[in-house]
């Protein structure tokens, strides 16, 4: 079992900052993979920023790059987000989750339905 605890959510403008975190608790030696995915109302899921937590290879979705980071920190088990440049359209229930399945390749990184723990999501509003 793995918990996920995310925080940093919260109303900004346009053009500003934020830094999500995941702080992960558990059979935490066994995370195969991690990664914030958000939705907004209306829509569904989808894949912002992931990590091959083996190796360390990042991923993000093409509508965040330039602008997002994803990064963690393995002596805390916490993972980041760190969002630059925010837009109105990044307004959205932003989750992080984490898996403990070892797949050939990395694309279940960027599959909500690979994933089996899912934090309790933190709402990012981002006025214009």
């Known amino acids: 079992q793995v918990q996920l605890v995310e925080s940093g959510g919260g109303l900004v403008q346009a053009g500003d900052s934020l830094r999500l975190s995941c702080a992960a608790s558990g059979r935490t030696f066994r995370i195969s993979h991690m990664g914030w995915f958000r939705q907004a109302p209306g829509k569904e899921r989808e894949f912002v920023a992931g990590f091959n937590w083996s190796d360390g290879t990042r991923y993000h979705a093409d509508s965040v790059k330039g602008r997002f980071t994803i990064s963690r920190d393995n002596a805390k088990n916490t993972m980041y987000l760190q969002m630059n440049s925010l837009k109105p359209e990044d307004t959205a229930v932003y989750y992080c989750?984490?898996?403990?399945?070892?797949?050939?390749?990395?694309?279940?990184?960027?599959?909500?339905?690979?994933?089996?723990?899912w934090g309790q999501g933190t709402q990012v509003t981002v006025s214009s």
């Open positions: 989750a984490a898996d403990l399945t070892y797949y050939s390749g990395d694309y279940a990184i960027t599959i909500g339905d690979k994933y089996d723990y």
